[in-house]
């Protein structure tokens, strides 16, 4: 299974951005689908999730400004991301865990200038 990422780019503090994550294979019965990040000198951290019963998960630091979704139709995951900060700055890996295996993407990098 392939992924596609986009809609990284550069943008300001206090600014939105939507990420994009389009898979070759369907995603309806996945087991989890979400968005990590890898932030300068750090670890790749969890920034959101959407399980199979359609409950989602955010990272404390993101909760109220980041929204994921998907369209099971189009094969497709969502990052809605607003009032953006600087320490947002990072590569943004999208992730589908089918339970027999679990694929990312190619990442998108995302920079927040203050």
Do not use: H
């Not at 294979?25 to 920034?47: C, D, H, M, S, T």
């Not at 959407?50 to 994921?68: E, H, M, P, Q, W």
């Not at 189009?74 to 865990?97: G, R």
């Amino acid at each position: 299974v392939q992924l596609q990422a986009c809609g990284g780019g550069l943008v300001q503090a206090r600014g939105s951005v939507r990420l994009s994550c389009v898979a070759s294979a369907g995603i309806l019965n996945a087991n989890a689908v979400g968005w990590y990040r890898r932030a300068p000198g750090k670890q790749r951290e969890l920034v959101a999730v959407i399980i199979r019963s359609g409950s989602t998960n955010y990272a404390d630091s993101v909760k109220g400004r980041f929204t994921i979704s998907k369209d099971n139709t189009w094969n497709t995951v969502y990052l809605q991301m607003n009032n953006l900060e600087p320490e947002d700055t990072a590569v943004y890996y999208c992730n589908i865990d089918y339970g027999w295996d679990q694929f990312w993407g190619q990442g998108t990098l995302v920079t927040v200038s203050s």
